[in-house]
């Protein structure tokens, strides 16, 4: 089902010191003010510790470390090796107990 038009309406993120008008939907509105708060608390602390540096490094060390959590934290989530074990083990405790095979079945 679509969205109503009308749970769409514009904010502006202050990121950096600049203002950034997004369309978003009304929903996701703190989702947003946590990320940019999230960003420039970070990009303030490269700030603190790397004063030497350009903005623009500022930037590109927020996004690195932001594009780092979020592999982590898919790597994380990731239960394909869960799942693999789970079967391995589902395998071979029916070659124990003999079922699926022939010579199980005495």
Known sequence: MAE?????????????????PLTI??????????AARRINDKL???REHFPQLS????????AVHIAMVNIMLEDFNDTAPYKD???QMDKE???I??????????
């Open 44 to 46: 303030n602390r490269y």
């Open 4 to 20: 109503a038009m009308d749970d769409l309406f514009e904010i502006k993120l202050m990121v950096g010191g600049s203002y950034y």
């Open 55 to 62: 903005e623009e490094k500022y930037y590109v060390m927020a």
């Open 93 to 95: 405790l029916d070659s």
């Open 97 to 106: 107990l003999g079922i699926g095979t022939e010579s199980g079945a005495e």
């Open 25 to 34: 939907h009304r929903k996701d509105e703190r989702l947003y003010r946590e």
């Open 85 to 87: 074990k789970i079967r």
